[in-house]
């Protein structure tokens, strides 16, 4: 009761505005007292209107009052300090968002720890015996913190200290011998130790993750450094080139100027001879050949235009393969399976065993396949059967059209094959998050899809509702080339040699899946097993 009447005591001697004991107190008209300084700046505030107001019970004055400090009160305030009347210790009283002493009364103070026995918040007073009686000194105490009823069961309301394993949650002493008696349980501490190990395990392999990552990085910014080394050194030629180029053209073009004028000259000279009268004077003054056609031979300057293009052109065929000598020097394997020059458009692979370098085992996604898609050989191979399949519900589901997508998602440099029987099989690749429903859900009548349309007779490139015939033999093979990062996606007919039915350059912006539409039943599509 003793701790209570002192907290009550020190809010009456308290400043509303601050919150501390009063310092230079003053007395308003209205009774309210307040530190000085803290009245004032307030009251600066108001001098715009010129009425000003108590904080507390906004009783209003004016003029402004002129306030003198209580002696009386700070006098009694520096007394009560004398004998124990001092400001809150660590920090002052809780206020929003602070966790807040469960034992203080009045206004309570800020708690410096929580106990997880006794589910107790306390502040730095009430915390002592903590540290004074033995038995509490084996209390577990933590940072403060609100959330202490999560300790509690809620169904006995007793301290959780048991860990199930068998369910994977924490219980009290009580669920133990009830609904989780035949159960694996251990002590909350002994999982907290053996999960901590565990934590420390991952840590270890993330920490090795961004060392690596770092590694790469570092590696990434040398080639960065090298091209743009190797492209300033290739603008600079060019630049001289230029220069130089540049000058030698003005000269002529000076030569030109000079020559012109000369040539207006002689011609002005002469037009005013062919109106000359004078028979004499015309014969006697009418210029020799020489004097007419005569000048001083000039360069073909079209030769020198010429010329100029040349070792312009050759200057970017120098910058083209210094860029790529810079890129064969830095090209280093990277933990990721991602070559740094991977970072710049390169050259399709023009062998099968190119392409075969970048293949991928495909499986098709159960999940999306259309009730009337029959899977088999572990999910590598689609049929269009009439039977409906007994396929669960679910959202990613293609429910009108006979479609179906990969399980991969495909990044970075892909290959795959597609072998395909019966009547028209689009081969496509599209977005996960094209539409299940509706033609635009259609492989190809999309934004989301690019799909090559195969029949018997004839091959059609399809996206976004746009179709693009393809002349060419039809193969019952399709290869498929994925280079995400430069924007690639080329679709081939596989065969003993590879031929290019058709490629599309763009920039992609998610991941890719592998897809197959069914037009009619019977058709079968089977992603081959490459190796």
């Not at 209205?30 to 000085?36: K, R």
């Not at 009283?93 to 918040?121: E, F, I």
């Not at 860990?163 to 219980?171: E, K, L, S, V």
């Not at 028209?424 to 090559?452: C, E, H, M, P």
Request: net charge neutral; charged share 25%.
């Amino acid at each position: 009761m003793a701790q209570g009447g002192t907290q009550l005591d020190s809010e009456k001697f308290s400043c509303s505005i601050c919150l501390d004991l009063l310092k230079d107190p003053v007395a308003l008209p209205c009774g309210h007292s307040y530190c000085m300084s803290c009245i004032q700046s307030c009251w600066d505030g108001e001098d715009q209107r010129r009425i000003y107001s108590c904080p507390q019970c906004r009783q209003t004055f004016t003029p402004r009052p002129v306030l003198q400090k209580n002696t009386m009160l700070a006098e009694l305030v520096e007394e009560l300090k004398k004998t124990g009347l001092q400001a809150p210790p660590d920090g002052g009283y809780a206020g929003p968002g602070d966790v807040a002493c469960d034992v203080c009364t009045g206004r309570k103070l800020k708690a410096l720890k929580s106990c997880l026995v006794c589910l107790v918040s306390y502040c730095q007073q009430h915390l002592q015996p903590h540290y004074d009686v033995a038995q509490l000194k084996k209390h577990k105490l933590v940072e403060p913190t609100v959330k202490l009823e999560e300790n509690l069961c809620s169904i006995h309301g007793e301290v959780m200290k048991i860990f199930c394993r068998t369910d994977q949650q924490c219980i009290c002493y009580l669920c133990s011998m009830e609904e989780h008696k035949d159960h694996d349980t251990v002590s909350a501490s002994a999982e907290r130790t053996e999960r901590q190990r565990e934590l420390g395990r991952n840590r270890q392999k993330i920490q090795q993750k961004i060392q690596d990552r770092e590694e790469d990085m570092k590696e990434l910014q040398q080639e960065v450094a090298a091209i743009n080394l190797s492209a300033d050194e290739a603008v600079e030629q060019i630049r001289s080139q230029q220069k130089a180029e540049v000058s030698r053209t003005e000269k002529l073009q000076e030569r030109l100027k000079q020559e012109i004028a000369e040539l207006r000259r002689k011609d002005a000279e002469l037009e005013q001879l062919s109106h000359t009268e004078d028979h004499t004077h015309f014969l006697h003054s009418y210029p020799s050949p020489s004097c007419l056609t005569g000048s001083t031979p000039f360069p073909c300057t079209n030769i020198h235009l010429r010329s100029s293009k040349k070792l312009v052109t050759s200057a970017f065929t120098e910058l083209r393969n210094e860029l790529q000598d810079a890129r064969s020097k830095n090209r280093t394997k990277i933990s990721t399976g991602t070559k740094p020059d991977a970072l710049l458009p390169q050259p399709e692979p023009r062998t099968r065993d190119d392409f075969l370098q970048y293949s991928r085992q495909i499986t098709l996604d159960p999940n999306t396949a259309h009730r009337e898609l029959l899977l088999s050989d572990w999910n590598r191979k689609a049929t269009r059967v009439k039977a409906q399949q007994s396929y669960s519900r679910h959202p990613q589901r293609f429910t009108e059209h006979c479609q179906v997508l990969s399980t991969e998602s495909l990044t970075g440099r892909c290959y795959w094959e597609v072998e395909w029987r019966g009547w028209r099989v689009s081969v496509a690749a599209a977005y996960q998050d094209v539409s299940r429903t509706g033609d635009d859900g259609i492989f190809g009548n999309n934004d989301k899809s690019w799909a090559l349309e195969c029949d018997r007779n004839s091959l059609e490139f399809i996206h976004n509702r746009k179709e693009t015939p393809i002349r060419g033999r039809v193969s019952f093979r399709i290869g498929v080339y994925l280079d995400h990062g430069a924007g690639v996606l080329s679709f081939y007919s596989v065969s003993e040699t590879m031929t290019l039915l058709h490629s599309v350059q763009t920039t992609f912006t998610q991941p890719l899946h592998a897809g197959i539409y069914f037009h009619y039943h019977g058709a079968i599509a089977e992603f081959c097993e490459l190796k």
